[in-house]
């Protein structure tokens, strides 16, 4: 299936060359003089490059149609990440490349939607945000409340964030999974 240069939207999947890219952004551009283009940014689904690439206007590039399923993540199985299908309560086994930095947020039990491209899984995207907990940290100095001041977190995943210093372990921390930082403390 192919697409016009003209049509593309940000998120959608192109098949180039038998690679699969996301397309970031596109800016349609005509010069003073010759034929209009269109110049994008693209990441490659797999190793997670980002490639800015010109095409023309209104030409044709592969569109690669994806399945997209929430899935529920049960467990770590070696170099796979083991998922169940909502509905079907079909067992999938992601490789933890594919899921890349999203292995550092999941936990048993939690959701994700996992992408998949001629039914094999290609990407594993979290939500923007995730609730973990505290599983080790420094204790906090009473009357060391520094505004701003920040400490290393160990959380339950084994991401290690910067948190406020009146986080303690045992503590449930929401945190970015677009930039892995620190957002609040959930009560």
Not at 22 to 51: C, E, I, M
Not at 79 to 87: G, I, P, Q
Request: proline content about 4%.
């Amino acid at each position: 299936m192919s697409v016009s240069t003209n049509d593309l939207k940000n998120g959608m999947t192109l098949d180039l060359d038998g690679e699969l890219w996301t397309v970031l952004g596109f800016l349609h551009h005509k010069p003073g003089k010759g034929q209009a283009v269109v110049r994008t940014k693209l990441r490659n689904v797999r190793t997670g490059a980002v490639l800015e690439r010109t095409f023309r206007a209104d030409e044709k590039v592969g569109l690669a149609i994806l399945e997209k399923k929430e899935q529920q993540f049960l467990y770590r199985e070696g170099d796979a990440l083991v998922f169940m299908d909502l509905e079907t309560y079909e067992q999938v086994h992601v490789p933890a490349e594919v899921a890349g930095s999203a292995v550092h947020y999941l936990t048993e039990g939690a959701t994700a939607i996992v992408a998949y491209h001629q039914g094999v899984p290609i990407a594993v995207e979290l939500p923007a945000a995730v609730t973990l907990t505290v599983t080790d940290t420094e204790p906090g100095v009473r009357g060391d409340r520094v505004s701003g001041a920040m400490k290393p977190a160990t959380l339950e995943t084994g991401l290690v964030v910067q948190v406020p210093l009146f986080v303690e372990p045992g503590d449930r921390v929401k945190v970015d999974t677009r930039t892995g930082e620190y957002l609040e403390r959930v009560k």
